[in-house]
């Protein structure tokens, strides 16, 4: 199957039921602007249900929560206040709410779907609370590997950050300090 979509596939997510399938697109150069779009498509038919957002943001990730009702999308741009993750409602596809988070290169959701992560600038991660938008802790990670993925404990009480130097290293959330780091080959 050929879909009809954009290039520069920077990220994509499957909804927990398995029967939509988001992509996050970015397209441009550091010289003339980078922009980018989110585009939706039902499995069964691939069919496309349209871009649900394209414009002069950067799309840095996409990933749907657990229990699958909403989309985020995380959009960086050089112009500070468009910064930000935008959630979508996965029934209706209109914008339910936008977290102003500064740039935010990925991002995940905890398995309750109640915080959400961030790597705002490849050295740290910010956790938010999202029943109000309040950033609850910034874990300082490293300046020698940047943060290029995260995951979630499947209890949500730890965090994992990948780096690019090979390390893992694991988090707890309840005091946020560093509980292990492990060594890669």
């Known amino acids: 199957k ?7 596939v920077i990220s994509l997510d499957y909804n927990p039921q398995g029967n939509l399938l988001a992509v996050g697109h970015r397209f441009g150069s550091e010289a003339e602007g980078y922009a980018g779009s989110v585009d939706v498509w039902r499995v069964s038919t691939w069919q496309s249900l ?15 929560s657990p229990n699958g009702k909403s989309l985020a999308s995380a959009f960086v741009s050089t112009i500070y206040d468009q910064n930000r993750v935008v959630f979508w409602d996965a029934v209706r596809w209109e914008i339910s709410r936008t977290l102003q988070t500064g740039v935010a290169l990925k991002i995940a959701f905890s398995p309750d779907g109640k915080l959400l992560a961030t790597s ?3 050295y740290a991660v910010d956790i938010y609370r999202l029943l109000d938008g309040v950033r609850i802790q910034t874990l300082r990670t490293s300046f020698t590997g940047a943060v290029n993925c995260l995951a979630f ?15 893992i290293r694991l988090w707890n959330l309840q005091t946020g300090e560093l ?3 492990l060594r890669t080959n």
Do not use: C, K, M, W
Request: no cysteine.
């Open 2 to 8: 050929e879909l009809d979509t954009r290039p520069g």
């Open 50 to 64: 349209g871009p649900i957002l394209g414009g002069n943001q950067a799309v840095s990730e996409v990933t749907f």
């Open 120 to 122: 705002p600038d490849r």
């Open 153 to 167: 404990s499947p209890d949500g009480s730890r965090l994992a950050t990948g780096h690019y130097d090979g390390e």
């Open 179 to 181: 509980s292990s780091v």
